[in-house]
């Protein structure tokens, strides 16, 4: 079993910069891609950014330019940093990982239990 904590939320100005992370424990060989994901009040899920093995990286459009997403395979950690918040990423964000627990067992997803962005106006 594999258990994704994330930290860092909280309440910022609009303006401000937050820096969120997820640390991965438990029974892990290797973790393919991680990401973040964030679902706004009364909206769907949508993914935010998302980070290879290899660090090549992909973002929403609503973020680029002001998130970074960044992995740090040693310690099985991805982090976001967010600058240049605004309201509109206000949100629950969570982390997602695909994780293989054994040398010849298939990728499998595990969810964080997400931490909560407010931006203020």
């Known amino acids: 079993q594999v258990q994704l904590v994330e930290s860092g939320g909280g309440l910022v100005q609009a303006g401000g910069s937050l820096r969120l992370s997820c640390a991965a424990s438990g029974s892990i060989v290797s973790i393919k891609t991680m990401g973040w994901y964030r679902q706004p009040p009364g909206k769907q899920r949508e993914m935010v950014a998302t980070i290879t093995l290899s660090s090549s990286t992909a973002y929403a459009d609503s973020v680029k330019g002001r998130f970074t997403i960044s992995r740090d395979n040693a310690k099985n950690t991805v982090y976001l940093q967010m600058n240049r918040l605004k309201p509109e990423d206000t949100a629950a964000y969570y982390c997602?990982?695909?994780?293989?627990?054994?040398?010849?067992?298939?990728?499998?997803?595990?969810w964080g239990q997400g931490t909560q962005v407010t931006v203020s106006s």
């Open positions: 997602n990982a695909n994780v293989r627990s054994g040398w010849f067992e298939s990728l499998k997803e595990y």
